[in-house]
């Protein structure tokens, strides 16, 4: 499918599929997202990163008898995410809207997971095993996805000011994820005037976080 470059969106960060520790899901439920996606039509579905939260193959969960425990297998795991993700999206985008899938810093955990098992190649990716996916964008900062002016990318700070930095550093108009929060800086050139905007997009996951202890934090749901 041709990807349309303007029309409406929605832009889903950080739904960090999967369970914790204790079996609980880190993630949000669905419903009111698919009911939005149904009553605004969007053209186009950005998956903008850390969709899946891949706690089976993490490095930090290596030594952690007690995680590894509620963790499915990496085949199961992409199932359920395709079962009780991906298809009700596709279900309720329709056939002529555009899914595109921005991989984050939990999907290169795949990556990690290949460098150690070389034999995974083909078979471990991301892309490998989600479907009804229109198009996968790599884990770079250099690569994005640009739908008229605006350019989609995971993200990579997550410092008090990450905003100005993102806005600063690419110098286009940016709308990422990874932080968790919610946050805009816009700037303009002496030149044109022109304003460039970076804009954070918050979450879709649980804002107490297994690994932080629950402590306070700045964590923001939106889509």
Known sequence: MNIQNHGRFVAINDLHYGVDSEGNNIHLPINSV?????????????????????????RWNKNNKLAQKQQPLLKDYYESFQVDIINPIRTAAGSDCSIVYILGNHEDFINRLIQEFPNG??????????????????????????????????????????????????????????????????????IDNKPIMAQSCGCWCKRGAEYTKNRPNTWQNAI
């Open 121 to 190: 190649v083909g078979y471990f990716e991301v892309e490998n095993n989600v479907k009804e996916v229109d198009m996968f964008i790599p884990y770079r900062m250099d690569k994005f996805l640009k739908f008229g002016d605006i350019h989609f990318l995971h993200g990579y700070t997550t410092t008090m000011h990450h905003a100005k930095k993102v806005a600063q550093d690419y110098m286009r108009n940016v709308m990422y994820g990874h932080s968790h929060t919610i946050q805009s800086h816009t700037i303009s050139t002496a």
């Open 34 to 58: 698919l009911r939005f996606i149904r009553y605004y039509l969007p053209n186009l579905v950005v998956l903008n990163g850390d969709m899946m939260d891949f706690a089976c193959v993490s």
